[in-house]
């Protein structure tokens, strides 16, 4: 086995195990493979493990490798689903909605709208999340919870884009019970959009939070998808600017 084969195999038995503790079913929560500032060599090999859903922090370096994975011309690499899982500028939705399956960080109107305006016409709708800011870091990215299903409301009008859920990356908390309280915040929401009743949301199924350090306390909250970098791809470089 790869190396990145076995760390695959260790985090889908961690994800199992938490599901376990939890009284989940395993198939209810799924694993996004976070490759960013890997390269599309790490991709292929966990293709080749059966991996088949990556996630990008960095617009133009995610382009690129998705190209150049799609060149390799691998066996399920067909079926392949790439998140966009990092800030969006404006002037980078262009590519975002020509090169992504999903968006998990639409935090404002003005890039949702963009993002349905250049969403291709022969490409299925963006698959979107709204990011929530659990913890009120006053600079972090993410709507405050409470302005949640007002976005929501006004992502559902667009009609290149399909609302799936919420994701969320609290800060490190002191412990298990901590980090699970936080997360439950992110599910809380979820529930709200979900028991609101608003047209649109028939596709609502996806509580995006817990990361390499966190995934169990995730799992215990809610998640039904964890997005894990360094557990399965190793250490990162320290990258000074996105
Ligand atoms: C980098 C990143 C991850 C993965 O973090 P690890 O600690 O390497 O598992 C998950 N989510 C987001 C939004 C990230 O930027």
């Given at each position: 086995m790869t190396t990145i084969e076995n760390k695959l195999q260790q985090i889908r038995e961690r994800m199992a195990h938490a599901c376990g503790q939890a009284g989940r079913p395993a198939a209810d929560v799924q694993l996004l493979a976070v490759?960013?500032?890997?390269?599309a060599d790490a991709v292929r090999e966990a293709v080749l493990a059966g991996q088949r859903s990556f996630g990008e922090n960095y617009i133009q370096e995610a382009v690129e490798k998705i190209a150049a994975v799609r060149a390799?011309?691998?066996?399920?690499?067909?079926d392949l689903q790439w998140h966009c899982i990092g800030p969006i500028q404006s002037n980078k939705t262009r590519l975002v909605a020509e090169h992504f399956d999903w968006v998990q960080t639409v935090d404002r109107l003005k890039i949702a709208e963009r993002l349905s305006a250049q969403r291709p016409e022969g490409l299925a709708p963006l698959q979107v999340c709204i990011q929530l800011?659990?913890?009120?870091?006053?600079?972090?990215a993410g709507v405050p919870v409470e302005q949640a299903l007002d976005l929501a409301r006004a992502i559902v009008a667009l009609p290149r884009l399909v609302l799936r859920g919420v994701m969320s990356i609290p800060d490190e908390a002191a412990g298990f019970e901590a980090q699970r309280a936080l997360h439950r915040r992110a599910t809380d929401a979820f529930e709200v959009l979900r028991a609101s009743g608003l047209p649109g949301l028939e596709h609502l199924d996806t509580v995006s939070m817990g990361m390499t350090g966190d995934l169990e306390a995730a799992v215990a909250a809610g998640s039904t998808m964890v997005r894990v970098g360094s557990g399965i791809f190793g250490q990162r470089e320290k990258r000074i600017t996105p």
């Open positions: 490759s960013k500032t890997f390269g390799m011309g691998l066996a399920g690499g067909q800011n659990v913890d009120g870091g006053e600079t972090k």
